[in-house]
């Protein structure tokens, strides 16, 4: 009873306190964006109230892409615009000059293309195993499963984790003293180079990534199955289609345009890959998982020479690849709606 009135009491205390705070701040409130309101009229304050949004774009993403041009088409080592002169294209020449574009030693920038083609064979092997993983997965979430809920988590898991920590986990788990090595030491058996092996660094990288983004596309494709309506399974089923047919005569066809956006939407993300990439590998061993991005970070601003207008260059060539990407999933989504 008397702890009961003590805490009645302090309520009262911070009641009485913080009232007069709320409303004078309050007060506040209504005396400026009333003001405002009595200025510019009542069509203009959703303008207001999306400004703040509008300065947070226009400062972090369409200024910087407005100097990335500005970069692209000029030289020298500043970092100020005005003080670097102007030499048109001549870095989209010094990254397209090549003698034979299969061979990145005849190159002049062989360190691009090298990235180039990196990163094409990363999207091939890593855009197709993560669909098919993911619609495997999709397709047995999908079935009446028990603790159903709790599998869709588990895989699902993975995409609230950082990119970051995907990478130092499993950094930890296959460096040369990591657990793995140490399990097969233990085992006497000798260490495997996971790290400093180029092919073994290659497939690890792809695997890590389809185990870090596999959940999100997989839920995606959970979501285009569970709007595929059961009525046409039953009909098939009565027709006497076994699983076989119901899958690629129902389940394929009507997925598909959910696929061509998981397809899409995969595609720009493998693309860009970066962070994983760079906390695990560093771009090693030597170019065997050196990507476009790091590429442009490395030229950008980690190397001692930083080659802004390179880098810039090579940041335009490879969102012209994404604006092509973005195109084709519009054009989808269109025909699809």
């Not at 979430?141 to 986990?169: D, E, H, Q, T």
């Not at 790290?195 to 695997?207: D, E, M, R, T, Y």
């Not at 983004?213 to 076994?242: H, K, R, V, W």
């Not at 890959?273 to 170019?287: A, E, K, L, N, S």
């Amino acid at each position: 009873m008397f702890m009961q009135t003590g805490t009645k009491k302090a309520g009262n205390l911070l009641s009485g306190l913080f009232n007069p705070l709320y409303e004078l701040f309050v007060a506040f409130l209504d005396l400026v964006f009333g003001s405002i309101q009595r200025l510019i009229g009542v069509r203009g304050m959703p303008y207001v109230f999306v400004l703040p949004n509008l300065l947070i774009f226009g400062i972090f993403i369409l200024f910087p892409m407005l100097l990335n041009f500005v970069y692209a088409f000029t030289g020298g080592a500043s970092f100020l615009p005005e003080q670097r002169p102007w030499v048109g294209t001549a870095n989209f020449d010094r990254l397209l000059a090549c003698e034979n574009y299969l061979e990145p030693r005849t190159c002049n920038e062989d360190l691009f293309w090298r990235s180039v083609y990196n990163t094409a064979s990363y999207v091939v092997f890593q855009v197709a195993l993560m669909v098919l993983l993911a619609l495997i997965t999709a397709l047995i979430l999908n079935r009446n499963l028990k603790a159903r809920g709790f599998f869709r988590g588990v895989f699902f898991y993975p995409v609230l984790l950082s990119p970051i920590v995907v990478a130092l986990i499993w950094k930890w788990i296959l460096q040369e003293n990591g657990l793995i090595n140490g399990i097969m030491t233990s085992l006497g058996r000798e260490k495997i180079p996971f790290l400093v092996n180029a092919q073994w660094a290659q497939v690890l990288v792809i695997l890590i990534s389809v185990w870090a983004f596999m959940g999100f596309y997989t839920l995606i494709l959970l979501a285009g199955l569970q709007s595929i309506p059961a009525d046409l399974y039953e009909a098939a089923s009565i027709d006497g289609a076994n699983p076989w047919q119901s899958f690629s005569r129902i389940t394929m066809p009507l997925l598909m345009p959910t696929m061509v956006v998981v397809l899409v939407l995969s595609l720009i993300r493998a693309v860009q890959v970066f962070d994983i990439v760079f906390v695990f590998t560093g771009g090693g061993p030597g170019t065997a998982t050196l990507y476009l991005v790091q590429y442009i970070y490395n030229y950008g601003f980690s190397s001692p020479n930083k080659q802004f207008g390179l880098a810039a260059a090579a940041s335009l060539l490879m969102a012209a690849v994404l604006i092509v990407l973005t195109v084709i999933q519009l054009l989808v989504r269109r025909e699809e709606d």
